[in-house]
């Protein structure tokens, strides 16, 4: 149990372009799932914390505008990169909240071209 | 929020040596939990401790907590090739605006199993 899948696990996209990135909870609820973004051979950084049914709140230097979250429900929440560019390649990876625990997704590689 | 330092950043050890890696925080916590990252991958959840406790076992897996010194280890044994990954702490830094907890990653060991 407590499976988290994150759609799609790589995307390539032109600059300008918006894309956006899912993160669903398959066998469980969550009201809380994070965002986090990681570069080659660095550690995971928070951007924002989502909630079912709230706005999402966002770490300090992350521009909310750029990086439209929305909790749509329980078991789903969606990141959207909004006018891409190349500096925001990276891979980005979701968490689910339960009980204790956060359950990982496998992630997401965006390459801005 | 300040990222923990993790302490190597990258180790190389012959299969079947114990392999230690260790993990320094900077605030309080309720607890400390430390995670598996393949290449490219997720992250797979290894273990908790929380703040009342100074040692935990599972399987291969040691791990210690010292909250006087802001510190935790944690030890492979009997290190495999399929160990090769980065391990990664992270310490929760209080509640989130909701009441749930934010996590806080160290920066990680890179850590390699020679065959």
């Known amino acids: 149990g407590a499976v988290v899948s994150q759609h799609p696990s790589r995307v390539i996209c032109k600059s300008g372009t918006s894309v956006k990135i899912e993160c669903r909870s398959l066998?469980?609820?969550?009201?809380?799932m994070f965002w986090y973004r990681q570069f080659p051979k660095k550690s995971l950084m928070l951007m924002a914390t989502?909630?079912?049914?709230?706005?999402?709140?966002?770490e300090q230097g992350v521009e909310k505008d750029k990086f439209l979250i929305n909790h749509a429900s329980l078991t789903l929440s969606t990141l959207t990169v909004t006018s891409a560019h190349p500096e925001d390649s990276s891979f980005y990876i979701c968490?689910?909240?339960?009980?204790?625990?956060?359950?990982f997704g496998p992630g997401t590689r965006l390459t801005v071209l | 929020s300040q990222q923990g330092e993790e302490d190597p950043q990258a180790l190389s050890i012959q299969e079947g040596e114990n392999a230690t890696m260790n993990c320094s925080y900077k605030?309080?916590?309720?607890?400390l939990q430390w995670y598996r990252q393949n290449s490219g991958r997720g992250l797979v959840h290894l273990i908790l401790?929380?703040?009342?406790?100074r040692e935990k076992h599972s399987g291969r897996l040691r791990v210690t907590l010292d909250t006087s010194k802001k510190s935790s280890s944690l030890l492979i044994t009997a290190s495999r090739a399929a160990d090769t990954a980065s391990y990664f702490c992270?310490?929760?830094?209080?509640?989130?605006?909701?009441?749930?907890?934010?996590?806080?990653f160290g920066t990680g060991t890179r850590l390699t199993i020679i065959p």
């Open positions: 968490s689910a909240y339960r009980i204790d625990e956060q359950f």
């Open positions: 066998d469980f609820q969550a009201t809380t």
């Open positions: 989502s909630n079912e049914g709230s706005k999402a709140t966002y």
């Open positions: 605030t309080s916590i309720n607890n």
């Open positions: 401790i929380r703040s009342n406790e």
């Open positions: 992270a310490t929760d830094e209080g509640i989130s605006n909701f009441g749930n907890e934010k996590l806080t």
